[in-house]
């Protein structure tokens, strides 16, 4: 059997699939009701999500 080494914390970054759009965009809409939920709303959590989705926005205008 062959050894198999893997770089630990190796990650493809997510604007060079193939459906990079389509994830992204789940992503976004997924942050944005996070923000808007009661549970978060005046938290550090809800601005967290806020900021998430902001740059997602960022990224998808770029690729768009």
Known sequence: MKNQ????GAVTPITSGNQAVSILEFRY???IEKAADATYMD?????F???KAQG?????????
Do not use: P, W
Request: charged share 30%; glycine share 8%.
């Open 56 to 64: 997602i926005k960022k990224v998808l205008e770029n690729l768009g």
């Open 29 to 31: 809409q997924s942050f």
């Open 5 to 8: 080494y893997c770089r630990v």
């Open 49 to 51: 999500f806020k900021k």
């Open 43 to 47: 938290t550090n959590l809800g601005e």
